[in-house]
Nanobody
Framework: QVQLVESGGGLVQAGGSLRLSCAAS??????MGWFRQAPGKEREFVAA????????YYADSVKGRFTISRDNAKNTVYLRMNSLKPEDTAVYYC??????????????????WGQGTQVTVSS
């Protein structure tokens, strides 16, 4: 059974930091990424990395503030979020792609999804 389990969300003040974790089990993933969905908005791409972690991609809105990394020994991907802004408030979803893909920002490339973790940034 494939599972992606996120953790690390919470409430933080603007300018603060959080680190999200996503542990995968039951599958070897080529790419892992993070997406988010704010109330009333569509799900959007945040960051992604390939298997080795050498290739990373970020949405323009988070470049320079967020860092994605992965530990393959633990089958876990992390999202370090610094300088958080109220507009970062959303449910953050971890996603995994088992097949090789170069379209890491495309949600349709991901077959596996976590349940989501809430991130709330207060002003």
């Amino acid at each position: 059974q494939v599972q992606l389990v996120e953790s690390g969300g919470g409430l933080v003040q603007a300018g603060g930091s959080l680190r999200l974790s996503c542990a995968a089990s039951g599958v070897t993933l080529y790419a892992m990424g993070w997406f988010r969905q704010a109330p009333g908005k569509e799900r959007e791409f945040v960051a992604a990395t390939n298997w080795s972690g050498v290739r990373t991609y970020y949405a323009d809105s988070v470049k320079g503030r967020f860092t994605i990394s992965r530990d393959n020994a633990k089958n876990t991907v992390y999202l370090r979020m610094n300088s958080l802004k109220p507009e970062d408030t959303a449910v953050y979803y971890c996603a995994g792609a088992a097949d090789r893909t170069y379209e890491l920002g495309d949600a349709n490339q991901y077959s596996y999804w976590g349940q989501g973790t809430q991130v709330t940034v207060s002003s």
